[in-house]
């Protein structure tokens, strides 16, 4: 079973277009718009070709996303039907996305450093604690004698 309903398909001519619209089964409140349109590229085999998603919108009391997709030739095309909005807020995305990744690179190697560093950091304090209860234990064994 996929992931993807096909709801409608329509070749806008008119407009020289590819008019989508799919509902994403069990994705409500976790499907974003370029994961969204990943999935429909890989789905529909629409590597090379603009898609754009237009809307997608949860439907209520259901798990279900209902997402419609424009899929164009050609950018300028696009760009010229499509309010230039759009295209601003997919840019915006995929720069955080991008500064989100560069982000997580030295991350991950502080984080891979980290555990060596911890580790050598423990071995001082484990044998610190592993002595410390044999010198409580010599301190008590003189106080009960004494009393």
């Given at each position: 079973m996929s992931l993807i309903q096909t709801l409608s398909d329509v070749n806008n001519t008119f407009l020289s277009r590819r008019?989508?619209?799919?509902?994403?089964?069990?994705?409500?409140?976790?499907?974003?718009?370029?994961?969204?349109?990943?999935?429909?590229?890989?789905?529909?085999?629409?590597d090379g070709k603009i898609v754009i998603p237009m809307r997608l919108k949860?439907?209520?009391?259901?798990?279900?996303?209902?997402?419609?997709?424009?899929?164009?030739?050609?950018?300028?095309?696009?760009?010229?039907?499509i309010n230039s909005t759009i295209f601003s807020r997919l840019e915006k995305t995929k720069a955080k996305i991008a500064e989100a990744e560069k982000s997580e690179a030295p991350a991950e190697e502080?984080?891979?450093?980290?555990?060596?560093?911890?580790?050598?950091?423990?071995?001082?304090?484990?044998?610190?604690?592993?002595?410390a209860p044999a010198e409580e234990a010599a301190s008590e064994a003189p106080e009960e004698k004494t009393e």
């Open positions: 008019e989508l619209t799919c509902d994403f089964a069990g994705l409500g409140g976790k499907l974003k718009t370029l994961e969204a349109v990943d999935m429909i590229t890989k789905e529909f085999k629409l949860t439907n209520v009391g259901m798990l279900n996303v209902t997402g419609t997709f424009y899929v164009y030739d050609d950018e300028s095309l696009a760009k010229k039907h502080a984080a891979a450093e980290a555990p060596a560093e911890e580790a050598a950091a423990e071995a001082p304090a484990e044998e610190a604690a592993a002595e």
